[in-house]
């Protein structure tokens, strides 16, 4: 397992802009995918972004799409989450994952991820 470390949350307005980071140590970054999930208040986690081990094929959750860009950068073992055109219906902990070493594709499953951050409170206001 790798240990993940995310910032960048805050509260914003709609129609804002947040940049999430997520520092990634103790493991093999450049091997693995990294996903994006968030947990609103009152609901399940689920999937936001993911990223192959190469950064060369992305995925995202269809409410998304369009206004979050994930990326990755294996020389700084760190992921990024940029988020435009932020809604209310954003509001969320965000959290970073990473899946199993070798496990390079993306995945849009909270289950084939098996390390996670602490997650960062992301507050978008009306």
């Known amino acids: 397992q790798v240990q993940l470390v995310e910032s960048g949350g805050g509260l914003v307005q709609a129609g804002d802009s947040l940049r999430l980071s997520c520092a990634a140590s103790?493991?093999?970054?450049?091997?693995?995918?990294m996903g994006w999930f968030r947990q609103a208040p009152g609901k399940e986690r689920e999937f936001a972004a993911s990223?192959?081990?190469?950064?060369?094929?992305?995925v995202y959750a269809d409410s998304v799409k369009g206004r979050f860009t994930i990326s990755r950068d294996n020389a700084k073992n760190t992921v990024t989450l940029q988020m435009n055109s932020l809604q209310p219906e954003d509001t969320a902990v965000y959290f970073c994952?990473?899946?199993?070493?070798?496990?390079?594709?993306?995945?849009?499953?909270?289950?084939?991820?098996?390390?996670w951050g602490q997650g960062t409170q992301v507050t978008v206001s009306s």
């Open positions: 994952a990473a899946r199993a070493y070798y496990y390079t594709r993306p995945s849009v499953s909270s289950m084939d991820f098996n390390s």
């Open positions: 103790g493991g093999t970054f450049s091997t693995r995918a």
């Open positions: 990223i192959s081990s190469n950064g060369a094929s992305t």
